[in-house]
């Protein structure tokens, strides 16, 4: 290191052809700091012009374009060939660069002025001495005028303290909208000084500065470049005042003078080196004066694209399974790239994405379940919306379609029934039942519903119990309280099924005259209205069938693929079809066979489904091999207890970009996140904390690359995708056929169900003729010396008569024998 000019000496080789490269600014990134972020900027791109050959030279151009823009360029000359990648690092997290071919450059404006600093009004011009002969011109070997005064100069008078104080805080945006509102340009060149140079600097600073310690002068020239800052314009006479005025937002002691007499306007704006000789300055001056603009948090129109920055990579410090689910890609402590993967054991201690719509969510999960599926894990993917099954589908391996059940809610032709009250505990069945109803109808429990509905619906679903047996379903319940007389003749037909219920359906229901009657039964009955008007809520509830056995699929290792069409049937009614399937898979779980493998649920847009056993499937499913992942937008959608529970049972979680409100929460979810705000992610990342046999791991970014895997994967399997497509559709055309007829139940069933019971009860009666027809605790009693046997067969036979029967209906006979024939 020369102790003369503070600068290593370093052997360049000068090109006999210099290249040119040229660089434009893309966008600039917001900051938090803007000044303290200037600043580096420039400390680091001076020292990257200082570090170049003797031929180089650096210019910085800020100028207006008609349209308003302020394009920033840098064109650069005699660079080493690092120099992109040289200005990308002075620029980190701060502006994008982009290289562009060279072109003829902005020619100069009509007027142009130069700014110098003000200790030039007193002392001699700083002109360059003729070359010593034999000395190569540029190689810094030439020297300047002595600024120190001789014994003839006694005229001499020494300035204090003038040249330029820079201002620091500033990040140059000032500056930017006066050039945009003016249409003026800034320019500047810089290069390399010489060793001469910077020695003759350094006794003219020494010699003006008299109040300064030299420690102060020495850090202030610093290693000192060539510079000259240059001021045009073609819209005026004369640089416009509010620009001179913004200068001093930069440094003070500045003054803004016309070029020199013999100097060339074009040479001096186009930068030639000869016009750069001599023209060196100390590092401080160079600092105040070098400015990019820096965009704050906040910053209006400035006539450049800014945007904010985007999250940096945190690495993965931790070991984690090499064996698993594969999730993705992350950066490791060397900065490699390497898999990310979890266990399957830690899978079932659930995985909680959150993140904002089109931040990659549904690219997560369907890698997942492409990853799952391929390795024979049973799937299962309740998706609102469908895209996300659709994708699946496409992506599914070969051979994993013969394994696959699609259910498409909004597929009227090909329905899937779906009938929670099938061959389960009736009471069971009905409180999970109501539990979906308030989360539909009232979930802050404001008195929509209430007790007083939960009998009426327990009531109605036991008489419809009582009628079709485990073909009883929810949208029975409008029809079995349709009117008075429907409740009597219900009460009636189940009497000596339930003789209690039958009480209750006549004391409460029928035998209420109260002018309240009427609205009370439509006030319950508009509730399942809500649910069951849509042509597709009848198709999955009407004809009481179960289409899929999900204890079955959950056990063999199957694909079950939901797809809910919320956007075609509605939200709350999609809604309540998920919480039935996920409900049907809490009730399943318990019963698993086969608990050591793992069945995983995948549930998008799980704010929708907040009951129905999802909080019993965080609680309990890792003790029946159930791994539970549940993706949402953001954490206001959950109730309090769906989020304790994920809280408490979701080991692995993902944060991918989320909105500024709930960016801090996600990270105070994750944790021990240091990369910054969650709501400057890029798509496909995602804050991680992962689970592992030793623990979490610390918060590391997760980069999702299923895209790329998937993209690769289809072209290696040319026509995989209409395989799948045509295997599943099959699969639902077969399970249709299997299914017969898929009617949904009427009005008429309900009245063929009625006569129904009431034959069978004439059956049981000409059995015993002595007996009551219904339980001891029944209703209307009926007495003891009835008809003997010959008188009661004619009275069968009358009644058989009277419902439309020839002949008596056995005991045997069941409801599905009698709907059969109806249905036919």
């Known amino acids: 290191m020369s102790a003369i000019n503070n600068r ?54 800020l100028g207006t374009e008609r349209d308003g823009e302020v394009r920033v360029s840098v064109d650069a000359v005699g660079v080493t060939p690092t120099f992109p990648q040289d200005l990308a690092w002075c620029s980190e997290g701060v502006h994008e660069w982009e290289e562009v071919v060279p072109g003829a450059g902005r020619p100069a404006p009509r007027v142009l002025r130069e700014v110098v600093a003000a200790v ?86 020494l010699a003006t500065e008299g109040r300064a310690s030299t420690e102060t002068v020495m850090g202030y020239v610093g290693v000192p470049v060539r510079m000259r800052l240059l001021l045009g314009t073609d819209l005026d006479e004369e640089i416009p005042a509010r620009v001179v005025v913004a200068l001093e937002d930069w440094a003070s002691d500045l003054e803004v003078v016309p070029l020199g007499a013999d100097e060339d306007a074009k040479e001096v704006w186009a930068g030639a080196s000869r016009t750069l000789q001599g023209r060196a300055v100390p590092r401080g001056m160079a600092r105040g004066l070098v400015r990019i603009p820096v965009p704050g948090e906040r910053t209006g129109v400035i006539g450049i694209r800014c945007a904010m920055p985007t999250t940096p990579e945190v690495p993965l410090t931790d070991a984690v399974p090499t064996e698993g689910l594969r999730l993705g890609t992350a950066l490791d402590s060397t900065g ?72 498409r809610t909004a597929d009227l032709e090909r329905p899937t029934p779906l009938n929670p009250f099938t061959g389960r505990d009736f009471e069971t069945m009905v409180g999970e039942v109501i539990e979906i109803l308030y989360a539909v109808f009232d979930p802050k429990h404001t008195g929509i519903i209430g007790p007083r509905f939960e009998r009426i619906f327990h009531q109605a679903m036991g008489a419809a119990s009582a009628l079709f047996g485990d073909r009883a379903t929810i949208s029975l319940v409008p029809e079995l309280l349709a009117d008075r007389e429907r409740i009597t003749d219900v009460a009636h037909a189940v009497h000596h099924i339930n003789p209690r219920l039958a009480r209750e359906l006549e004391s409460e229901l029928a035998g ?22 849509s042509s597709a809520m009848r198709a999955v509830f009407g004809s009481g069938r179960e289409a899929i056995d999900v204890q079955g699929v959950m056990d063999r290792g199957e694909v079950l693929l939901i797809d809910l069409a919320a956007p075609r049937i509605g939200q709350d009614q999609a809604a309540f079809i998920g919480m039935i399937w996920v409900m049907e898979h809490a009730l399943a779980m318990a019963s698993r066979a086969q608990r050591h493998r793992p069945h995983l649920l995948v ?16 609680a309990e499913g890792r003790k029946f091999g159930i791994s539970v992942l549940l993706a949402h937008q953001h954490m206001g959608q959950l109730s309090a207890e769906l989020a304790s529970s994920l809280e408490a049972n979701a080991s692995t979680v993902m944060g991918m970009r989320s909105s500024i409100q709930d960016a801090p929460r996600v990270a105070a979810r994750i944790g021990t996140w240091s990369g910054g705000s969650l709501s400057r992610l890029p798509n496909m990342h995602a804050a991680t904390t992962l689970a592992t046999p030793a623990g979490q791991t610390q918060a590391f970014t997760l980069v999702v690359d299923h895209n790329e895997r998937a993209d690769a994967l289809r072209r290696e399997r040319p026509g995989a995708v209409e395989r799948n497509r045509q295997i599943t559709r099959s699969r639902v055309l077969r399970r249709c056929q299997e299914l017969g007829s898929l009617k949904a139940l009427t009005s008429d069933d309900v009245e063929a169900a009625i006569r129904q019971c009431e034959a069978n009860d ?51 006979a069941d409801v599905d024998t009698l709907l059969s024939g109806s249905e036919g």
Do not use: Y
């Open 603 to 618: 549930i998008d847009e799980a704010q929708l489904f907040q009951v129905g056993g999802l909080p019993e499937l965080l």
């Open 8 to 61: 290593p000496e370093i052997r360049w080789h000068t090109p006999s052809d210099p290249e040119r490269t040229s660089l434009v600014l893309s966008r600039a990134l917001r900051n938090t700091d803007p000044g303290l972020a200037g600043r580096i900027l420039t400390d680091r791109l001076l020292g990257v012009v200082a570090s170049q050959g003797p031929d180089a030279r650096v210019t910085l151009t």
């Open 512 to 533: 209420n005259h109260s002018s309240e009657f009427a609205d009370m039964l439509a006030w319950v009955n508009s509730k399942f209205d809500r649910v069951l008007r």
């Open 336 to 407: 490699g790239r390497t898999e990310v993967r979890i266990g399957l054991e830690q899978l079932c201690q659930h995985v909680h994405v959150l993140g904002a719509s089109g931040a990659g969510k549904s690219t997560l999960q369907a890698g997942v379940v492409a990853w799952a599926v391929e390795h024979g894990l049973g799937v299962t993917v309740i998706d609102p919306h469908g895209t996300l099954v659709s994708r699946c589908v496409d992506e599914l391996p070969d051979g994993a379609a013969a394994r696959t059940h699609l259910v």
């Open 762 to 812: 004439l059956v049981r009666l000409t059995a015993s003729p002595h007996l009551e027809p219904c339980e001891q605790d029944g209703g209307a009693s009926r007495p003891q010396d009835g008809p003997q046997d010959d008188d009661f067969g004619s009275l069968l036979e009358e009644c058989l008569t009277s419902l439309g029967m020839g002949e008596p209906v056995s005991g045997s």
């Open 120 to 205: 030039t009004r007193q002392s001699p011009r700083l002109t360059p001495e003729p070359v010593a002969p034999g000395v190569p011109d540029g190689t810094g070997a030439r020297t300047l005028t002595r600024l120190l005064p001789g014994a003839d100069q006694d005229t001499f008078r020494r300035p204090l303290g003038t040249w330029p104080n820079t201002v620091m805080t500033n990040s140059a945006l000032t500056m930017t909208r006066v050039l945009r509102s003016a249409g003026a340009t800034l320019r500047v060149h810089l290069a390399p000084a010489g060793s001469a140079e910077t020695w003759m600097l350094q006794e003219t600073v």
